[in-house]
Structure formats: structure tokens, C-alpha cells
């Protein structure tokens, strides 16, 4: 059956308009190009890691044994100085420990002199039995007089004393409870001076050195960021949880109002270069092998560029480039 003249115009309709349709809307659009400047600007090159907030030493103080906690002289918040008593275990043990070593001694030291006397003027006739016995009572003397320098040093170190100046951040708050070599008694914290140690990854520690410019802003004070210098790096690496290699980074802060609260946690920002008033560029503007596109009467031309230091979004222009010339920022790709 043939087609009917209404049909057949309604399948030209048809075409025409998938036709027109295409023309128009089905061939891709060319993106249009977008232009930089290059300018003159102050350009920093920085390093940031995350970190702590610490004081300028800090002690974990613990006993050397195990006994019974007799007395905690400071809670968290109090003020301490070096060589202060911070807390004591009970001493009952040690007493009876030290009359033992000292009665062993006196006893070992009697047979010793005896043995002494017996060989009196016979420092040329003495048997090797009297030798063997002499030698050996002055041994068995010398090893009692040491457990009682033990014994004493045991007292020693039934009492713990601050090494440094500071505030206490911890402290065990119960007394009369068995405590171990493991039981952290007290932390002491020297707070004067701010500290923020910065975990800086392998790659990029090669940068910094100490007396860098540094900012730091805390988790706690949102709004405020806090100036420092590099004052340490620490002569040695550690593992993160990540299994990244990091190197801890202390930052003295300038003197400002903080809370000095050891282990607040924030992000630290090092300049390791600076360039001011460089001629610059964005960093998204430069190819792979270190060139940029232009527009001119020969169309889109690459030129190479040497470059300087980078920041985040630029980068320092030391040859290849004049200020106020026109870069382009995404062109075509190459066919």
C-alpha cells in the first residue's frame, strides 16, 4: 500500500527536525577559554600537619615498685616546684626490710673481723684455707652492706618529687590503693612556655629548619590564629596509626591568651620559602612539562616557563613571563 500524501509530508517534518535538532543542540559546545593575569605577589611556601599543644618539658612520674599509695600531696591544677614531695607509699615493708639487711650485716661483719683477726700478722704465712675462709667472709660482708644500700635507696623511691617546675595535669586522686611501677602517679607539665608539636611527614621535613615563621590554629579557639617560630625538630622518627613516617616539629608560640591545656589538638603551618612581590601565576595554569598557553594572531602557542617557589594556588615566575600578559587557564587539549 503506497503512503498517502499527508504521510509523507509529516516523515519530512520528522527528519527536518531530528536534523535541526542535532545541528543545534546534538554537536558539542566548545568550551570557552579563561584567562589569567600574571601579577606581582608576596608567594609562601608552607608545610601543615596536625598536632598537640604542649608545655616546654613534661613529666610522667611513677614509683619504682609496687606497694601501697600512703599519700597524694596535689591534684590536678596545683602548682608545684622542682624537688617538691608529690606523693609517698607506705613505708611499714621497708622498714622491717631495712632492719633485716642491716642485722645480716652486723653478723657478716663480725664473721669477716673474726676471720680478719685470725690471720693478723700472717699476711706472709696464711693457708689457702684461711685465705678461702677469709675471702669468703669478706664477700659475704660486702654483698650485706650493699642490700642495705639497697634497702635504703628502696626508701628513696617510696617517695616521688617533682623534677621540674610546672602544674600538675594528673594526678591519681584515691590514697591507701596498691600501685605498681606502671600506675601513672602524677603528670607535671613546665607551662612556661607554649608549645605546639607538629607531626611533619618525612617528604616534607627536608624544608624546614628551625627559626621558620609558623602559624597555628587550635580546634578549641576557631576564630583565632596563633603565631610561633620552629624551635626543635626532634632527632628522630615515629610510626602514626596510619603507618606514615612523621617527625615531631616544636613550635614556640609568641606569648598570647591560651590556655596552656597539653594535648588540645590543631594544625600547624611552617613557611619554608617566601618570595616577595614575585611575579606569579596560578598553579592550575602550568602543563606537565612546565609551560603555559597563550592566545595571539597565531592562535593558542606553549610557552616554557622557569618557576620559583609554590603555595597552594601559585606559583613564583622567574623567567618566561611579563607582567600583565594574558595566560590562558584551561586550553584545548592537544589533538
Known amino acids: 500500500m503506497k503512503p498517502t500524501k499527508k504521510k509523507v509530508i509529516i516523515l ?30 608576596d608567594i609562601k611556601a608552607t608545610v601543615s600537619a596536625s598536632g598537640t599543644l604542649s608545655g616546654k618539658d613534661s613529666a610522667n612520674l611513677r614509683f619504682r ?16 616546684t622542682k624537688g617538691q614531695v608529690i606523693a609517698g607509699l607506705d613505708t611499714q615493708d621497708l622498714n622491717i626490710a631495712l632492719q633485716q639487711a642491716q642485722n645480716t650485716y652486723r653478723d657478716k661483719q663480725a664473721i669477716a673481723e673474726k676471720a680478719e683477726d685470725e690471720v693478723k700478722d700472717h699476711s706472709k704465712d696464711e693457708s689457702f684455707t684461711q ?13 650485706a652492706f650493699d642490700s642495705v644500700k639497697a634497702a635504703q635507696r628502696a626508701f628513696q623511691d617510696a617517695v616521688i618529687t617533682s623534677p621540674i617546675n610546672g602544674v600538675i595535669t594528673q594526678a591519681i586522686e584515691v590514697p591507701n590503693q596498691v600501685v605498681s611501677s606502671a600506675d601513672l602517679i602524677a603528670q607535671v607539665v613546665d607551662d612556661s ?15 624546614v629548619s628551625v ?36 617527625i615531631i616539629v616544636r613550635i614556640l608560640m609568641d606569648k598570647a591568651d591560651i ?19 614575585a611575579l606569579s601565576i596560578p598553579i592550575e595554569s602550568i602543563q606537565n612539562d612546565n609551560t603555559v598557553a597563550i592566545s595571539g594572531p597565531k592562535g593558542i602557542t606553549k610557552l616554557p616557563i622557569t618557576l620559583g617557589i609554590k603555595s597552594d594556588i601559585d606559583a613564583e615566575v622567574k623567567s618566561g613571563l611579563s607582567e600583565g600578559q594574558q595566560i590562558i587557564l584551561n586550553p584545548p587539549a592537544e589533538k
Open 211 to 246: 627559626g621558620q615563621e609558623a602559624e597555628v590554629g587550635l580546634n578549641t579557639y576557631p576564630d583565632k590564629i596563633f603565631t610561633g617560630k620552629v624551635a626543635e625538630i626532634k632527632p628522630s622518627a615515629k610510626t602514626t596509626s596510619s603507618n606514615a613516617t612523621v
Open 131 to 143: 685465705k678461702v675462709t677469709r675471702t669468703t667472709a669478706q664477700a659475704a660482708r660486702d654483698s
Open 65 to 80: 615498685s609496687s606497694g601501697r599509695l600512703a599519700y597524694i600531696n596535689v591534684k590536678s591544677g596545683d602548682r608545684v
Open 12 to 41: 519530512i517534518i520528522l527528519a527536518v527536525a531530528v536534523f535541526l535538532g542535532f545541528y543545534f543542540f546534538g554537536k558539542p559546545k566548545a568550551t570557552p577559554l579563561q584567562f589569567a593575569t600574571v601579577q606581582r605577589q
Open 259 to 277: 590556655k596552656n591545656i597539653p594535648g588540645l589538638n590543631g594544625q600547624g603551618t611552617i613557611t619554608v620559602a617566601k618570595a616577595p612581590n
Open 193 to 207: 612556655e607554649t608549645y605546639f608539636d607538629a607531626e611533619i611527614d618525612e617528604s616534607d621535613i627536608a624544608g
